[in-house]
């Protein structure tokens, strides 16, 4: 079965430094999201992407993070200068265009700000 | 908006006995309904879903859920747990095929031997 893959699983950076993280949606999807969980808490979400904008995004997703379809193939997400908070597990989705209703999640990426 | 509560932070349950985990939604529209579920250490996978049809929704792991419309529940339901079954559970919901999903705070599910 198709999936879509996240790298890199663990991530570690200081606080103000700049993150990207990156995302491989399957192959033939046109729709991709971001989204969040910070440990413990629910899973988040953070912003959609369709025909290379932002379709929707929540009020997480502040100017300190951007998206981007920088090729045919990966989907990333950039967050400018971290901060403590922004420790979480980030998952990347993606569907198809037309029978949307199969989303699938990476494995995601877990992003420590010390 | 759409919104998904899962009242049950935590069900501890013993092996081999049967769970149910419960879901409630609400929504102004119709929505599509899911159950995710996120292993230790591990992303999201997908346990089922309802989208239309038979109310009685059957998933992996020998997971089901039923889609109450009167209720807007979608609680989720196994005959008889497993070990492996040991993780977090999460409801969602989305208002169309490809719009973002809501997630509830999710259900973690202690097996207990």
């Known amino acids: 079965e198709p999936e879509v893959t996240q790298t890199p699983s663990h991530q570690v950076t200081q606080m103000g430094q700049e993150v990207i993280l990156r995302c491989v949606p399957i192959s033939n999807h046109l729709y991709f999201y971001w989204y969040r969980q910070i440990l413990g808490q629910k899973v988040e979400f953070l912003v959609s992407f369709y025909n290379n904008e932002i379709s929707e995004k929540s009020e997480i997703f502040d100017d300190q993070f951007s998206v981007e379809r920088p090729d045919g193939s990966n989907f990333t997400l950039k967050i400018r200068s971290t901060k403590l908070e922004d420790s979480a597990m980030y998952f990347c989705a993606s569907s198809e265009a037309t029978s949307g209703e199969r989303r699938f999640f990476g494995p995601g990426t877990r992003l420590t700000v010390l | 908006a759409q919104s998904v509560t899962q009242l049950d932070s935590q069900v501890p349950v013993f092996e081999e006995a049967p769970v149910e985990l419960r879901c409630n939604y609400s929504s102004s529209v119709s929505v599509y309904l899911f159950w995710y579920v996120q292993y230790p250490n591990q992303g999201l996978q997908l346990l089922l879903k309802?989208?239309?049809?038979?109310?009685l929704v059957k998933g992996i792991n020998g997971f089901e859920a039923e889609f109450n419309k009167s209720q807007t529940s979608f609680h989720l339901r196994k005959p008889s747990v497993h070990i492996s079954d040991t993780a977090e559970y999460f409801c969602?919901?989305?208002?169309?095929?490809?719009?973002?999903?809501?997630f509830g705070k999710g259900t973690r599910l202690h097996i207990l031997p």
């Open positions: 309802y989208l239309s049809g038979s109310t």
């Open positions: 969602a919901v989305t208002r169309n095929r490809d719009d973002k999903i809501i």
